[in-house]
């Protein structure tokens, strides 16, 4: 199984040169399976550029097929979907799932709206589009690669996280979540035991949702639906995971920021004795699991 990165920033892309060695683009994942099988996790910014570099194979010639899963339908995880290029051009094939929403189809229509896009309507796209509804797929397959999910709250929103699994390997994509005060969301650390890697999102520091009244001041929303650092590394622990990759960061938190909130969960996992490898997530990495 093979994972590249093409957006890992939340909420707003981050164009400033100190936000760029992490990566600034909102959510986007790639996989494939050892035939190739191309699997994407949400459709950020990110989505715009991987559909770019998809021209120059099957997709640029109409011969290309993409499963497409949303982990929910606010606006950083979907804007990217009407700048997929390779969903203009006739004979390829995208399946799309998503949860967080009762119809993933009227929304996805509703950014298509001419107020928002000369596109107008999803039938304006040229490739073959299906959208699919997780409740009657628990088990998605793409190629080798197996798709098992699970729903849980965000908020006052809800929010898919998926397992791939190829073979023995697996990964685990949490892209947002709301950890309950001290506890953990057991649907997550059930839905991560034992994988090989776990990306998980990690938009607050624990000291930030420790505090009063949130980063916006008094009159800001307080910091909350979504997880910290320190929540992602408890999840890695309890679910006995071998890598964590922090995710959806903060669009305030430059590299410098992020390499010390890492620096602080290493010392946290070496004080346990853990073998657990922890880092971030960047944007063009791109490895075998």
Same mark, same amino acid.
């Given at each position: 199984?093979?994972?590249?990165?093409?957006? !890992?920033?939340?909420?707003?892309?981050?164009?400033? *040169?100190?936000?760029?060695?992490?990566?600034?683009?909102?959510?986007? @994942?790639?996989?494939?399976?050892?035939?190739?099988?191309?699997?994407?996790?949400? %459709?950020?910014?990110?989505?715009?550029?991987?559909?770019?570099?998809?021209?120059?194979?099957?997709?640029?010639?109409?011969?290309?097929?993409?499963?497409?899963?949303?982990?929910?339908?606010?606006?950083?995880?979907?804007?990217?979907?009407?700048?997929?290029?390779?969903?203009?051009?006739?004979?390829?094939?995208?399946?799309?799932?998503?949860?967080?929403?009762?119809?993933? $189809?009227?929304? +996805?229509?509703?950014?298509? /709206?001419?107020?928002?896009?000369?596109?107008?309507?999803?039938?304006?796209?040229? %490739?073959? !589009?299906?959208?699919?509804?997780?409740?009657?797929?628990?088990?998605?397959?793409?190629?080798?690669?197996?798709?098992?999910? %699970?729903?849980?709250?965000?908020?006052?929103?809800?929010? @898919?996280?998926?397992?791939?699994?190829?073979?023995?390997?697996?990964?685990?994509?949490?892209?947002?979540?709301?950890?309950?005060?001290?506890?953990?969301?057991?649907? !997550?650390? /059930?839905?991560?035991?034992?994988?090989?890697?776990?990306?998980?999102?990690?938009?607050?520091?624990?000291?930030?949702?420790?505090?009063?009244?949130?980063?916006?001041?008094? +009159?800001?929303?307080?910091?909350?639906?979504?997880?910290?650092?320190?929540?992602?590394?408890? @999840?890695?622990?309890? %679910?006995? @995971?071998?890598?964590?990759?922090?995710?959806?960061?903060?669009?305030?938190?430059?590299?410098? *920021?992020?390499?010390?909130?890492?620096?602080?969960?290493? *010392?946290?996992?070496?004080?346990?004795?853990?073998?657990?490898?922890? /880092?971030? *997530?960047? $944007?063009?990495?791109?490895?075998?699991?």
């Amino acid at each position: 199984m093979r994972v590249r990165f093409w957006g !890992v920033r939340g909420a707003l892309a981050a164009t400033e *040169a100190c936000f760029q060695r992490v990566g600034g683009n909102t959510p986007c @994942v790639e996989i494939r399976d050892q035939d190739n099988e191309l699997l994407i996790l949400d %459709a950020g910014i990110g989505l715009y550029w991987l559909g770019r570099q998809l021209l120059t194979g099957p997709h640029g010639r109409g011969q290309g097929s993409v499963t497409l899963l949303f982990s929910h339908s606010h606006w950083d995880h979907i804007q990217g979907f009407p700048f997929f290029v390779p969903a203009f051009i006739p004979g390829n094939k995208v399946r799309v799932f998503g949860g967080g929403v009762d119809r993933l $189809e009227d929304t +996805l229509e509703g950014q298509m /709206d001419p107020t928002y896009s000369p596109l107008v309507s999803l039938s304006n796209l040229g %490739a073959n !589009v299906d959208i699919g509804a997780l409740e009657d797929n628990p088990l998605l397959e793409v190629g080798q690669l197996r798709i098992t999910h %699970a729903t849980f709250p965000n908020g006052p929103h809800q929010v @898919v996280g998926y397992r791939i699994e190829e073979a023995d390997k697996s990964v685990c994509y949490i892209c947002e979540v709301d950890h309950p005060n001290e506890a953990l969301r057991q649907q !997550v650390v /059930d839905l991560a035991r034992g994988c090989d890697l776990l990306i998980h999102e990690s938009f607050y520091t624990d000291a930030e949702v420790g505090a009063a009244p949130g980063l916006a001041g008094k +009159l800001g929303p307080p910091p909350s639906g979504h997880s910290t650092f320190g929540q992602a590394t408890s @999840v890695a622990l309890e %679910a006995g @995971v071998k890598r964590l990759l922090y995710f959806y960061h903060h669009p305030d938190r430059d590299d410098d *920021a992020i390499d010390a909130a890492i620096k602080e969960q290493r *010392a946290r996992v070496a004080a346990l004795g853990s073998a657990l490898e922890v /880092d971030t *997530a960047r $944007e063009g990495t791109e490895f075998e699991i």
